[in-house]
DNA sequence: AACTCGGGGGA
DNA sequence: TCCCCAGAGTT
């Protein structure tokens, strides 16, 4: 596949230059903020993204402040934006940006994939768009804006999908007109998320549509191909509301690697098959923090998908029996008031106990 | 190459 | 409900 006609490249950056949003990264001259962002962005909508960005931004200012910042504070920021090692290679990167560099972001693509959480498209997007090198950034708009640009029937996961459009990519890029790299590199986002978008693109509003393939033999909406999906499992998993003397709940960090790394939560485990959920939840209590307990009510359930699988997590009232609490299965815990749970980084399922508790506090108390 | 890793927007 | 999203790291 070989890149597109001059023309091709007029057409999308005159459509850019007159439907560009305003996004405040794209304001931003710091290559800081456009790497942020790009972070931010990865597997994330933008209109998820805008708040959470404009708040890290004003708590980190720069990639010094980041750097000197606890872990805790970042996780914190990021919240609710999911897949959270995002936040501890972005905060690992700056710490050694700041170390071994001076700050300051190395402007090629090569050198900026060696950043923690900076992987092939990352590095391109924040060579081209922060310094304007002619660098390809194939993101899932891109993959799906190339494929019907030249009607290609491979399935876009494969390796050998992916190498293709890459290739492809790479040509286009340095085929883009010189000084352009920016603009070019977020058009073709920008086509993709407005105007190709993944069911039922407008074609007929599209700048290049006269130099696609996929158009011109009617399979726009057959491209790209994906492969099928295995189904999402589904597990039930049990929660335990413990409370001291003064009322605190004992809640508990996650190990920093894996799901939800380094976020708190009440004391919990999945069940096994045909486990019954207390039986499950006294034994992750015995395995993770060295606790023996009894089992009450359940006061309620709350329903939480993930990406790869859904959870049913129940959530009963509890009484400590014997132990002292360890942290073997967990990074750390401690006994939290109600209100002092605003300051910890918690998953989003465990948000939602935690507001019914407000709700309930006085019924429950 | 396959698997893991959140959460939400939009149809 | 399902698909997809400015993907990266590990195995």
Redesign the pocket.
């Given at each position: 596949m070989e890149a597109p006609p001059e023309a091709f490249y007029e057409a999308l950056l005159a459509w850019y230059a007159r439907n560009a949003?305003d996004?405040p990264?794209?304001r931003a001259r710091d290559p800081y903020q456009v790497w942020l962002?790009?972070?931010m962005?990865?597997?994330?909508?933008?209109?998820?993204v805008l708040p959470y960005y404009e708040r890290f931004l004003s708590a980190f200012p720069t990639v010094q402040a980041l750097a000197e910042a606890p872990l805790e504070r970042v996780l914190k920021l990021w919240?609710?934006?999911?897949?959270?090692?995002?936040a501890r290679?972005l905060h690992r990167?700056a710490q050694r940006l700041v170390a071994e560099h001076g700050g300051v972001l190395p402007q090629s693509a090569e050198a900026l994939?060696k950043?923690?959480?900076?992987?092939?498209?990352?590095?391109?997007?924040i060579a081209s768009?922060a310094f304007g090198q002619p660098a390809a950034?194939v993101?899932?708009?891109?993959?799906?804006v190339l494929a019907r640009l030249y009607d290609y029937a491979v399935p876009v996961?494969?390796?050998?999908g992916?190498?293709a459009l890459w290739q492809l990519a790479e040509r286009m890029a340095q085929a883009a007109p010189r000084g352009a790299a920016a603009a070019y590199t977020?058009a073709l986002?920008?086509l993709?998320?407005e105007i190709c978008?993944?069911?039922?693109p407008r074609c007929e509003a599209c700048p290049v549509s006269a130099f696609c393939r996929a158009r011109a033999a009617g399979t726009q909406a057959a491209r790209?191909v994906?492969?099928?999906?295995?189904?999402?499992p589904h597990y039930a998993v049990a929660a335990a509301l413990l409370r001291d003397d003064s009322g605190a709940l004992l809640m508990a960090r996650r190990p920093l690697?894996?799901?939800?790394?380094g976020?708190w939560e009440f004391p919990q485990g999945r069940a096994r098959e045909d486990e019954p959920l207390e039986a499950a939840l006294k034994r992750a209590l015995r395995e993770k923090l060295a606790l023996e307990i009894g089992v009450g009510a359940q006061l309620l359930k709350v329903q939480?998908?993930?990406?790869?699988f859904k959870i049913a997590l129940h959530v009963y009232a509890c009484q400590l029996q014997g132990g002292e609490p360890r942290a073997l299965g967990y990074a750390d815990w401690a006994w939290i008031a109600l209100e002092a749970s605003d300051q910890l980084a918690i998953?989003?399922?465990d948000?939602r106990v935690i507001a019914f508790l407000k709700e309930n506090s006085a019924r429950l108390l």
């Amino acid at each position: 596949m070989e890149a597109p006609p001059e023309a091709f490249y007029e057409a999308l950056l005159a459509w850019y230059a007159r439907n560009a949003p305003d996004l405040p990264w794209r304001r931003a001259r710091d290559p800081y903020q456009v790497w942020l962002a790009e972070v931010m962005l990865q597997q994330t909508q933008v209109a998820t993204v805008l708040p959470y960005y404009e708040r890290f931004l004003s708590a980190f200012p720069t990639v010094q402040a980041l750097a000197e910042a606890p872990l805790e504070r970042v996780l914190k920021l990021w919240e609710g934006l999911g897949y959270y090692s995002r936040a501890r290679n972005l905060h690992r990167a700056a710490q050694r940006l700041v170390a071994e560099h001076g700050g300051v972001l190395p402007q090629s693509a090569e050198a900026l994939r060696k950043l923690a959480g900076v992987g092939r498209y990352t590095a391109g997007a924040i060579a081209s768009i922060a310094f304007g090198q002619p660098a390809a950034a194939v993101d899932g708009n891109v993959m799906r804006v190339l494929a019907r640009l030249y009607d290609y029937a491979v399935p876009v996961q494969s390796g050998e999908g992916r190498r293709a459009l890459w290739q492809l990519a790479e040509r286009m890029a340095q085929a883009a007109p010189r000084g352009a790299a920016a603009a070019y590199t977020q058009a073709l986002m920008d086509l993709g998320r407005e105007i190709c978008t993944p069911r039922a693109p407008r074609c007929e509003a599209c700048p290049v549509s006269a130099f696609c393939r996929a158009r011109a033999a009617g399979t726009q909406a057959a491209r790209p191909v994906k492969q099928p999906k295995p189904p999402t499992p589904h597990y039930a998993v049990a929660a335990a509301l413990l409370r001291d003397d003064s009322g605190a709940l004992l809640m508990a960090r996650r190990p920093l690697e894996g799901l939800l790394g380094g976020l708190w939560e009440f004391p919990q485990g999945r069940a096994r098959e045909d486990e019954p959920l207390e039986a499950a939840l006294k034994r992750a209590l015995r395995e993770k923090l060295a606790l023996e307990i009894g089992v009450g009510a359940q006061l309620l359930k709350v329903q939480h998908a993930f990406t790869h699988f859904k959870i049913a997590l129940h959530v009963y009232a509890c009484q400590l029996q014997g132990g002292e609490p360890r942290a073997l299965g967990y990074a750390d815990w401690a006994w939290i008031a109600l209100e002092a749970s605003d300051q910890l980084a918690i998953s989003r399922a465990d948000r939602r106990v935690i507001a019914f508790l407000k709700e309930n506090s006085a019924r429950l108390l």
